[in-house]
């Protein structure tokens, strides 16, 4: 299909403020420091309800009632257990760069794991079937990304993989299969915000990036895999565990001036601050931060410190750029608390926005269009002689 470049437009780099489509699933409000999943409150939800809860919001559009939500636990508690296809192929993933000393990657196994149950599974384009079938799948792989990201990590650390507890929720669950012991009410109850609270977050990278593979009619597994691609970018989800790092560098609270200067002066990025869309305080980072100081701690008060210092400091030395802690510096914090390794607060952060990502490619599969942009060409004038 030709373009009649007097039909092009230009919008901003990133496409900032640029809408593509409309959603039902809800919208962030950055100059309010509010957003929302459907008609209600992200946060509010995020501190009265269960990720499950939530879950069936994101799918029906609607709370459940208690006999939904009975029928629906029952409903997912099966698709948690892994396939006999995808169990057998996760030692060799686990073990994947083990032995030239490369690091942990849950994310990369993930994506392989999940296309391992795609051809078992043998599951069809989007443009193929209907709803029914389409929101099965997605169930599916909601359902299992949990367990596989957990068995992987045990793997790698010479344990055997946990079976999923049907007497769990899904933030008890996780916390059970990573760490190999029953969590405290108040580590569930942690998680179990958190986890809410990153459900979805507008058209974000790995959002938009499932949507445009949802547009082509393709396969749940493939939008998934591709949404945990650009996830997984530093700039986007794998901040958790940068953010604390910081933490672990600055050592002492008196340091902290000293070092967010330095970092401004060399121009580095102070992981866990600034954000793409909030212009205020970011509600999630809120949130998280009451969470944290419900624990109390060492940590807790040297984290609440070096925000205060960090917002104070680049607020003298970037003016007007409206910087705050974002949800990756309190996540990190709170996902340290309830004893989580570091390696697993990104794939923690994966195992709910996996929700918000298989709504948008439910909602996507609904609209039938392939999204196509046109980019404007700015290399040697052609045709050139080919010698």
Request: charged share 25%; net charge negative; proline share 7%.
């Amino acid at each position: 299909m030709s373009i009649n470049v007097d039909q092009l437009f230009e919008v901003p780099p990133g496409l900032r403020n640029v809408v593509v489509t409309e959603t039902e699933l809800g919208d962030v409000r950055g100059d309010e420091g509010f957003y929302h999943y459907r008609q209600y409150s992200a946060i509010e939800l995020a501190k009265t309800k269960t990720v499950e809860d939530v879950w069936f919001l994101m799918l029906e559009g609607r709370l459940p009632t208690a006999g939904e939500r009975e029928q629906f636990l029952a409903e997912v508690a099966p698709l948690r257990v892994l396939p006999d296809e995808v169990r057998e192929i996760l030692p060799a993933v686990a073990a994947a760069g083990a032995a030239a000393g490369v690091r942990e990657k849950p994310l990369a196994g993930l994506r392989t794991a999940l296309s391992v149950l795609a051809a078992a599974r043998d599951l069809p384009p989007l443009w193929d079937v209907d709803r029914a079938r389409r929101k099965a799948d997605a169930m599916l792989v909601c359902a299992v990304t949990p367990t596989i990201l957990a068995a992987l990590h045990r793997l790698r650390r010479g344990d055997q993989p946990l079976e999923p507890r049907d007497d769990l929720s899904a933030a008890a669950n996780w916390l059970y299969l990573v760490n190999g012991e029953e969590p405290s009410a108040q580590q569930v109850a942690a998680i179990e915000s958190y986890l809410i609270a990153t459900i979805d977050h507008g058209f974000n990278a790995s959002t938009f990036t499932a949507r445009v593979i949802a547009s082509t009619g393709a396969d749940v597994v493939s939008a998934v895999a591709g949404a945990l691609g650009a996830f997984s970018g530093p700039l986007h989800g794998g901040a958790p565990d940068r953010a604390l790092a910081s933490l672990d560098e600055i050592g002492t609270p008196d340091r902290a001036d000293a070092w967010v200067r330095a970092k401004v002066a060399s121009g580095d990025r102070i992981m866990g601050f600034g954000h793409a869309v909030y212009r205020t305080d970011d509600p999630r980072s809120l949130m998280l931060r009451d969470i944290a100081q419900g624990f109390g701690g060492d940590l807790v008060d040297f984290a609440v410190t070096v925000e205060r210092t960090v917002v104070d400091v680049l607020a003298e030395l970037k003016p007007g750029r409206n910087l705050y802690a974002n949800v990756e510096f309190y996540a990190g914090v709170v996902m340290e608390l309830c004893g989580l390794p570091r390696s697993m607060f990104t794939p923690t952060f994966a195992t709910s926005r996996v929700i918000g990502w298989t709504a948008n490619i439910l909602e996507q599969a609904d609209e039938g269009k392939v999204i196509r942009p046109a980019a404007r060409y700015v290399g040697p004038p052609p045709p050139a002689p080919i010698s």
